[in-house]
């Protein structure tokens, strides 16, 4: 009897410790803006192309795939810190969102970069989601 109660508190223990390591951006979505874009910058620290273009609208899914495909591709290793995510402005259907923080990115055979950040996205509802209009200039 005692075999099983301790398998069952190994067991709660493991499940509770992968469920904690599920990785900062499980707990968001695509609910709300503020959440699209802590997607996004997840998606920049795993450097995974596919989850960030998912976060764009369909027509800029293409572009912003070969665009990033192209820029992230450098990347060895991207942290963020000290990110404050502010709405600007917001309707039923669409949000400016401004993120401020600090980014470190390690690209191949050079040294890592501390950078301050200071970007703007444009965000429409689509559905239930919200999800980033690409810059023009893009």
């Avoid at 874009?37 to 995974?48: Q, T, V, W």
């Avoid at 060895?76 to 470190?104: P, R």
Wanted: net charge negative; proline share 3%; aromatic share 6%.
């Amino acid at each position: 009897m005692k075999v099983i109660q301790i398998l069952l508190v190994v067991c709660l223990a493991l499940t509770l410790v992968f469920v904690g390591c599920q990785g900062k951006t499980a707990q968001y979505s695509t609910a709300t803006p503020e959440g699209t874009i802590k997607l996004l910058l997840g998606a920049h620290e795993n450097l995974d192309v596919n989850k960030a273009t998912e976060l764009f609208v369909k027509e800029d899914r293409e572009k912003i795939h070969s665009h990033l495909s192209q820029l992230w591709g450098q990347q060895e290793s991207v942290a963020y810190s000290e990110i404050e995510i502010k709405v600007m402005s917001q309707t039923e259907n669409t949000a400016k969102v401004k993120v401020e923080g600090e980014v470190i990115i390690a690209e191949k055979d050079m040294p890592s970069q501390r950078m301050g950040i200071g970007d703007e996205f444009n965000l429409v509802k689509q559905g239930s989601e919200w999800l980033i209009k690409a810059p023009p200039d893009l």
